[in-house]
């Protein structure tokens, strides 16, 4: 007697029959986050998916699919990682360097002031600034801030920081349009805050070559001006009040 298989006519033995093709999942996925590439942190994501996506297609046996998605993923992912990571050197870069040559000399010369250390102040000067500035006339610019703004305080203590002191200073800001070489830098007073501008002497380098070369700074706040150095105005009264001595021609 022959025997008959169990299946009927017309059936496949369930080893044979064809296998129905998908796209991977997580191949789309490596494609999508490689493409949103302003996201940060997604093209690491949309590489790991698209990797794990090659795995799994390569052991389904023909079920999956997807293999140049995974891929293009990949790629773009790996790449968009490589240019968030050039910023974000960049960006620590330019704060570590806003820091040591900006914001650290102008927090400590201003501290100078602030304690009447008035040769420390000089040795942190270049040109005339270094040479003629007199006792008086830091004491003069120390009474002039201080009358408004009271005790100097502190500069901005990041980047971050910074920026957000910049946001709402926008009236003394508008005052540096049109300066050449002065670098605004927001502090804040007892009173208040102002911005410190640092003009700075492109003809001479530094003491120190990890700052920048200072030849004298000025204070902005509500629409006012005040310069460390100011030869027009002079001569200053000295500190005890006693006429000052006529300078040289």
């Known amino acids: 007697m022959t025997s008959m298989h169990s299946g009927g006519y017309g059936q496949f033995p369930i080893d044979d029959m064809p296998l129905e093709e998908r796209v991977s999942v997580l191949a789309i996925l490596s494609l999508v986050m490689g493409l949103i590439c302003f996201i940060p942190g997604l093209g690491v994501?949309?590489?790991?998916?698209?990797?794990?996506?090659?795995?799994?297609?390569?052991?389904?046996?023909?079920?999956?699919?997807?293999?140049?998605?995974?891929?293009?993923?990949?790629?773009?992912?790996?790449?968009?990682?490589?240019?968030?990571?050039?910023?974000?050197?960049?960006?620590?870069?330019?704060?570590?360097?806003?820091?040591?040559?900006?914001?650290?000399?102008?927090?400590?010369?201003?501290?100078?002031?602030?304690?009447?250390?008035?040769?420390?102040v000089r040795a942190s000067l270049t040109g005339?600034?270094?040479?003629?500035?007199?006792?008086?006339?830091?004491?003069?610019?120390?009474?002039?801030?201080?009358?408004?703004?009271?005790?100097?305080?502190?500069?901005?203590?990041?980047?971050?920081?910074?920026?957000?002191?910049?946001?709402?200073?926008?009236?003394?800001?508008?005052?540096?349009q049109g300066r050449a070489n002065t670098i605004p830098i927001p502090m804040t007073f007892a009173k208040g805050q102002a911005v410190l501008g640092l003009v700075i002497d492109t003809n001479a380098t530094p003491a120190n070559n990890n700052t920048l070369p200072i030849k004298n700074i000025g204070l902005f706040t509500g629409g006012r001006e005040i310069l460390l150095y100011n030869p027009e105005a002079r001569p200053l009264p000295p500190a005890d009040g006693q006429p000052a001595p006529a300078e040289n021609p």
């Open 128 to 176: 005339d600034a270094a040479t003629k500035l007199t006792d008086a006339d830091i004491e003069a610019f120390r009474t002039a801030y201080t009358d408004t703004l009271g005790g100097f305080v502190s500069g901005p203590s990041g980047f971050i920081n910074y920026i957000q002191q910049f946001s709402t200073m926008g009236q003394e800001i508008q005052q540096f």
């Open 45 to 120: 994501l949309g590489a790991i998916c698209g990797i794990a996506a090659l795995l799994f297609i390569g052991s389904s046996g023909g079920r999956l699919s997807g293999r140049g998605l995974a891929i293009a993923g990949i790629i773009l992912g790996l790449l968009f990682t490589m240019v968030w990571v050039g910023l974000a050197v960049g960006t620590m870069s330019i704060m570590n360097t806003m820091g040591t040559q900006m914001v650290m000399p102008a927090e400590k010369l201003v501290r100078h002031i602030d304690n009447r250390e008035y040769d420390q």
